[in-house]
């Protein structure tokens, strides 16, 4: 398996592989009108591929902090999808470690998702209430989801890193 940048190419594969992971459309929508908003970070969004097929895909998609002093810039995670036929070999965790490294590379100080905390807990994210964020999660989750993963350059007394996580536009379909 080879993880990679994604390419235009790539584009029908990916919303196949999305599709199946999440038996909905919304999802592949999402990432369709996520390329088409200015939260779209190309040099974030990544394939797994296997032979010549894509089995995998992770987006890192800009998104804000609302703090007492305003809007701050980070980046979310979302989504995250492995083809149901490669589940279970690790492809998801090779891709979250890709993403965790192009956020630190790009100097990000976290990575906010909302998803499983067992899922997510054992690759190093946690509560994100447990560092003073909160996300708009949908009624149906349990608070949990909320996670965050600290990176090497957030600092804990940094309060622009403290408030709601405002989604960007892409996101509202989902509600």
């Keep these: 398996m080879t993880i990679r940048p994604e390419r235009p190419a790539d584009f029908d594969a ?20 996520i390329r088409n908003d200015a939260c779209y970070r190309p040099p974030m969004s990544f394939v797994a591929i296997d032979g010549s ?5 992770v987006m890192l998609d800009g998104c804000w902090v609302r703090s007492t002093t305003g809007l701050r810039p980070i980046v979310m995670l979302s989504p995250l999808a492995v083809a149901p036929d490669h589940q279970g070999h690790g492809i998801g965790t090779a891709l979250i470690d890709t993403a965790v490294a192009a956020a630190e590379a790009a100097h ?37 989801a909320a996670q965050v993963r600290l990176l090497t350059t957030y600092e804990a007394r940094d309060q622009t890193l ?5 989604y960007p536009e892409p996101f509202s379909a989902l509600e």
């Design 53 to 57: 097929q894509v089995v995998g895909h």
């Design 14 to 33: 990916i919303h196949d592989v999305v599709r199946a992971a999440f038996e909905s459309d919304l999802q592949p929508d999402l990432v369709r009108a």
């Design 162 to 166: 403290r408030g709601a996580v405002v």
């Design 108 to 144: 990000e100080p976290l990575i906010v998702l909302e998803g499983s905390p067992a899922y997510y807990g054992s690759r190093g994210f946690g509560f994100a209430g447990d560092h003073g964020l909160t996300l708009p999660l949908p009624d149906w989750a349990p608070a949990r």
